[in-house]
C-alpha cells in the first residue's frame, strides 16, 4: 500500500463564496439548509451518498465517501456571494421558481439572512442582463481589489476558517485566449488598461486564487482556464477545476456516446435541441452567449469518440446544438436528441431521446461536491489544475500538453482512484485475473 497524503483536518467553518446568487446558488443553499435541517436527501451528490469500494471484491469494503475521506461536514457550511440585483436569497429563490413554496417555507429565515454583495459587472459581456446592484470603479484591476476586500470582509463577519469559490453566474460572451492571457503579469497591467479580453467571471477568479482560495468555474466563459491565472493557482497552492457544469443534455452525450463507441457502432449525425426559459435562456438568446455555451456542448462527442482513430464510425458526424429561449418553460429544461447511428453492414439505426430536466435541481448537487472537494484538495496540499474533478465539467480542465477526458466513466474511475490515492489505498484497474487463477 502506497503511504496516506496528509490531509489536515476540516476544522470549523468552510465559507462558500457564489458569484451569481440566482437560480443554481439559491437551489443549492436551500438545498443545503433543507437536508441539514432533515427534511430532504442530498439526491445527485456523490460526496454525501455515493460510495468508494476500496480493496478486492472478495473485501466488501465499500464505505461513503464522506466516511473514507475527511469532507467538511454540511453543518459547518455558511455562504455569501455577489449579484447584479439586491434580491436576498429568499426574494431570489421565489423569483427563479426552481422550489416549491412548500420547500422554500421551511427554509425562508435562513434565505432572507443572505443578501449578495455588488456584483463586478459589464453588460458588454452578458447583452440581455442589465445590472443594478454593480461595482464602481475606474479600472478592472479596482473592481479585482474591490472583489479581494469582499471575500476578507466575509471571512471576517462569517467566521469562515477557510473558503471556496463556485461561479454560477451568466455566461459571458465567446473569447479566445490572447497575449493579455499569457502571464500574471500581463493581466494585472491588461486589467489596469481595461482590456476587452478580460471579463468580469476573470476578477472573481484573480480574486479568489490571490485570497487563497480555492475556484471552480461551473460556465463556459473564458475565466480561470488561461495560463497567467493556471500559473498563479500553481505558485499560491490553490486548487482550480471547470468549466461549464455538467448538467442535462451533455450528461446524456457523456453517458451514451461511450456506450456507442465501446461497441464499435457508428455515429452519422447528432442533432441536440434545448428549451429553456430561466436566466440561463435569456442570457442564451444572445448569439455571442450562445457561441461560447455552443463550444462547449460540441466538444464532447470528438473527444469521446476519437475520430482520428476510428474514422470510418465517426470520421463524418454531423452535430448540431440549438438552444431556444422559451419563457413558460422556466428552469424546467427540454432537451431533444436525434441520434442517426448505424450497425452492422453500415444498417442505419436512430435514437430519440427527450429529457425533461430541471437545470438547476442538476446542478446544485455539483456545487455541493466541487466545493466539498476542492476543499479537500487545498487540505491535502494539491494545487493548481484539478483534474480528477472533470467528472462535473462540459469541458473539464487539464494540463496543456494534454487532451481532455470526457467519458463520464473515465472520468468516475480516475476521481474514486485520486481519492484512493489520497488515503493510501490501492488503486483498482478492474483487472481481476487473481480471482481465476
Known amino acids: 500500500m502506497e503511504k496516506p497524503r496528509d490531509i489536515k483536518a476540516a476544522k470549523g467553518k ?56 475527511p469532507l467538511a461536514a454540511l453543518d459547518n457550511l455558511v455562504f455569501g456571494g455577489w449579484d447584479i440585483f439586491p434580491d436576498n436569497a429568499f426574494e431570489s429563490a421565489a423569483h427563479a421558481g426552481v422550489l416549491e413554496p412548500h420547500d422554500l417555507a421551511k427554509v425562508r429565515k435562513f434565505l432572507e439572512g443572505i443578501s449578495p454583495m455588488k456584483a463586478a459587472f459589464d453588460q458588454n459581456y452578458v447583452k440581455k442582463l442589465e445590472g443594478s446592484y454593480v461595482k464602481k470603479g475606474k479600472t478592472k484591476f479596482d473592481l479585482a481589489e474591490q472583489i479581494e476586500d469582499d471575500i476578507k470582509q ?40 481595461n ?60 453517458i451514451l456516446a461511450p456506450g456507442f463507441k465501446a461497441r464499435m ?12 426559459g430561466n436566466r440561463d435562456g435569456e ?11 455552443e463550444e462547449s456542448k460540441l466538444g464532447s462527442l470528438e473527444y469521446i469518440l476519437q475520430p ?24 424546467n429544461k427540454e432537451g431533444w436528441d436525434n441520434i442517426d447511428i448505424f450497425g452492422w453492414l453500415g444498417y ?18 455539483i456545487v455541493l461536491d466541487l466545493t466539498l472537494f476542492l476543499d479537500l484538495a487545498q487540505r491535502a496540499g494539491l494545487r493548481g489544475i484539478q483534474e480528477w474533478l472533470s467528472f462535473y465539467f462540459k469541458s473539464p480542465m487539464c494540463a496543456p500538453e494534454l487532451y481532455p477526458e470526457h467519458d463520464l466513466f473515465i472520468q468516475l474511475m480516475k476521481l474514486k482512484n485520486t481519492l484512493r490515492w489520497m488515503r493510501g489505498e490501492p488503486l483498482i484497474t478492474h483487472l481481476g485475473t487473481e480471482y481465476y487463477d
Open 348 to 365: 442505419p439505426m436512430q435514437i430519440k431521446v427527450d429529457f425533461l430536466c430541471r437545470d438547476s435541481i442538476l446542478a446544485a448537487p
Open 154 to 193: 466575509f471571512r471576517k463577519k462569517s467566521g469562515a476558517d477557510r473558503l471556496v469559490m463556485v461561479w454560477c453566474g451568466s455566461t459571458e460572451i465567446f473569447l479566445r485566449p490572447e497575449d493579455v492571457h499569457q502571464s500574471i503579469k500581463k493581466l494585472e497591467e491588461g486589467m489596469k488598461k
Open 14 to 69: 468552510l465559507g462558500v463564496l457564489l458569484p451569481g446568487m440566482g437560480a443554481v446558488a439559491t437551489t443549492f443553499m436551500a438545498g443545503v439548509e433543507l437536508v441539514r435541517k432533515r427534511e430532504a436527501n442530498p439526491v445527485g451528490s456523490l460526496t454525501q451518498m455515493g460510495t468508494v469500494r476500496l480493496g478486492k471484491r472478495t473485501e466488501n469494503r465499500a464505505p461513503l465517501i464522506k466516511d473514507f475521506v
Open 195 to 254: 482590456d476587452p479580453a478580460i471579463p468580469p467571471s476573470m476578477l472573481y477568479a484573480y480574486a479568489a486564487i490571490k485570497s487563497g482560495v480555492p475556484y471552480a468555474n461551473g460556465a463556459p466563459n473564458l475565466n480561470v482556464d488561461i495560463p497567467a491565472l493556471t500559473q498563479l493557482a500553481h505558485d499560491r497552492h490553490v486548487p482550480i477545476a471547470g468549466k461549464d457544469f455538467k448538467t442535462g443534455q451533455t450528461l446524456m452525450k457523456t
Open 308 to 331: 482520428h482513430l476510428y474514422p470510418t464510425l465517426y470520421g463524418k458526424i454531423h452535430h448540431k446544438v440549438r438552444i431556444n429561449y422559451y419563457p413558460p418553460r422556466g428552469d
Open 265 to 276: 457502432i457508428g455515429l452519422s449525425g447528432w442533432f441536440s435541441t434545448n428549451i429553456l
Open 283 to 293: 442570457v442564451l438568446d444572445d448569439p455571442e452567449s450562445f457561441k461560447t455555451k
